[in-house]
């Protein structure tokens, strides 16, 4: 008997990346002395990560003259922040419990390899998943139905209406699962409105223990 497939999406989904990213921003304007109101002024430049983080990063040299080139400050970056991430204990306990009643559970994200596998691997996620994609691995980014394809068959799994897509991305997640033939649940963070998905809720937990009732 074929498996239901979940696939999750990562950053904001099962994580909370922008408060590990509020974390670090603080962090670094303090080691470097940048002063009040540098902290704030990265958050709103990086615009709830919708802005590359290679573009990010010149930002950041240019505004606070840094010597280090962006490449550099990018680097550092990913190896730091892995260790700023947290995944709520319910959620794992969730994704323990949906496995359990069957499903293959799987990570789809977009990212640089060595960010996004830190974060699965430090925050115990990388034992609650049956198996993960990243782009930066793959070489392909979501909303591209080959990330799903990917991540489907290091579950176990293949794409096809047994599947869901959990995410709080609208196209990224939402969109993208749907032209992979999966069905979505939208992680609805109060950011936009409008979206079309099968259902809408808060957060990744919530989204867990509607996939073991509708199981």
């Known amino acids: 008997m074929t498996r239901p497939l979940a696939l999750f999406d990562l950053d904001n989904t099962l994580v909370d990346r922008l408060a590990a990213f509020e974390l670090w921003a603080a962090e670094f304007a303090a080691e470097r002395g940048l002063g009040e109101g540098a902290g704030a002024w990265m958050v709103a430049a990086d615009a709830d990560g919708s802005l590359p983080m290679d573009a990010f990063f010149r930002l950041v040299r240019e505004r606070f003259g840094l010597a280090e080139p962006a490449d550099e400050l990018w680097a ?42 830190g974060k699965i691997e430090r925050t115990g996620l990388a034992t609650r998943v049956d198996g993960w994609a990243i782009s930066g691995a793959e070489g392909v980014r979501k909303p591209d139905v080959r990330l799903f394809e990917i991540a489907a068959r290091r579950c176990g799994a293949s794409l096809g209406p047994l599947g869901w897509v959990i995410g709080d991305d609208p196209d990224k997640d939402v969109a993208g699962g749907r032209r992979a033939g999966l069905r979505t649940i939208w992680i609805d963070r109060g950011v936009t409105g409008g979206v079309v998905a099968d259902h809408t809720v808060t957060d990744a937990l919530s989204a867990i223990e509607l996939l073991i009732r509708l199981n």
């Open 76 to 117: 550092a970056y990913r190896a730091r922040l892995p260790h700023l991430v947290r995944c709520p204990g319910e959620v794992l306990d969730g994704l323990d419990r949906l496995r359990a009643a069957g499903w293959a559970v799987g990570i789809v994200t977009n990212g640089m390899a060595d960010n996004q596998t």
